[in-house]
């Protein structure tokens, strides 16, 4: 499969790169400088400059056959949204994007630590919440994780909707590797497409 990944210089973004390659399939890279997508040159990677505040960019690199993940993440308020809004207007056949736990379509699921997330946040959980629906009213799905960290893919995750969601711990973490999984499963097999999806694993308590 030809996947396109946005943000892929980030942790994220390139444990979803890495893992895609992995799994066989061809990645067009996407980051502000490719030059910090941290991973080898290979046949099945393409490393690609754009930005998500420069829609024509991203129309340069998207169009209707591209399956697009996207582990953007920014701490400006009106990035999300620009990016959520620069992807959708390119037409893309697909999009996961990641959002956060607790937020938004979540926060009900999440319970009361939703509230402190949002305290958080600031101005930077409307730009969150109104990039998810600029997705979600495009027939994107939307993985809403929890705290990341950087440990391994969980061996047993899985992803659940809104209906099985436990309560938000801001105090544990799920890694990057187990959510990337989750968002690769999406990309090959839909399961989630329109809503809030959570990938779940054992929560790590940190220290």
Same mark, same amino acid.
Not at 5 to 33: F, P, Y
Not at 112 to 139: F, M, N, P, Q, S
Not at 141 to 154: K, N, Q, R, W, Y
């Given at each position: 499969?030809?996947?396109?990944?946005?943000?892929?210089?980030?942790?994220?973004?390139?444990?979803?790169?890495?893992?895609?390659?992995?799994?066989?399939?061809?990645?067009?890279?996407?980051?502000?400088?490719?030059?910090?997508?941290?991973?080898?040159?290979?046949?099945?990677?393409?490393?690609?400059?754009?930005?998500?505040?420069?829609?024509?960019?991203?129309?340069?690199?998207?169009? +209707?056959?591209? *399956?697009?993940?996207?582990?953007?993440?920014?701490?400006? @308020? #009106? $990035? =999300?949204?620009? /990016?959520? &809004?620069?992807?959708?207007?390119?037409?893309?056949?697909?999009?996961?994007?990641?959002?956060?736990?607790?937020?938004?379509?979540?926060?009900?699921?999440?319970?009361?630590?939703?509230?402190?997330?949002?305290?958080?946040?600031?101005?930077?959980?409307?730009?969150?919440?109104?990039? +998810?629906?600029? *997705?979600?009213?495009?027939?994107?799905?939307?993985?809403? @994780? #929890? $705290? =990341?960290?950087? /440990?391994? &893919?969980?061996?047993?995750?899985?992803?659940?909707?809104?209906?099985?969601?436990?309560?938000?711990?801001?105090?544990?973490?799920?890694?990057?590797?187990?959510?990337?999984?989750?968002?690769?499963?999406?990309?090959?097999?839909?399961?989630?497409?329109?809503?809030?999806?959570?990938?779940?694993?054992?929560?790590?308590?940190?220290?």
């Amino acid at each position: 499969m030809n996947l396109t990944v946005l943000a892929a210089s980030g942790r994220t973004g390139l444990a979803l790169t890495r893992q895609a390659l992995l799994r066989g399939h061809t990645v067009i890279a996407i980051a502000r400088d490719p030059a910090r997508i941290a991973l080898a040159d290979s046949a099945g990677l393409h490393k690609r400059a754009a930005d998500v505040t420069d829609p024509a960019s991203i129309r340069a690199l998207v169009d +209707d056959s591209s *399956v697009v993940l996207s582990a953007l993440g920014t701490d400006r @308020a #009106g $990035v =999300l949204l620009a /990016g959520a &809004e620069a992807l959708v207007a390119a037409g893309p056949r697909r999009i996961i994007w990641l959002g956060a736990y607790g937020t938004g379509a979540s926060a009900a699921a999440a319970g009361e630590a939703a509230g402190i997330l949002g305290a958080l946040l600031g101005d930077r959980l409307a730009d969150k919440v109104d990039a +998810d629906k600029t *997705v979600l009213a495009a027939g994107g799905t939307v993985f809403h @994780a #929890g $705290v =990341l960290d950087d /440990g391994p &893919e969980s061996a047993d995750r899985r992803t659940v909707g809104l209906d099985a969601g436990p309560p938000l711990d801001l105090g544990a973490t799920v890694s990057r590797q187990t959510v990337a999984a989750a968002m690769l499963d999406e990309a090959e097999t839909p399961r989630f497409p329109g809503v809030v999806a959570l990938p779940l694993a054992r929560w790590a308590r940190r220290v």
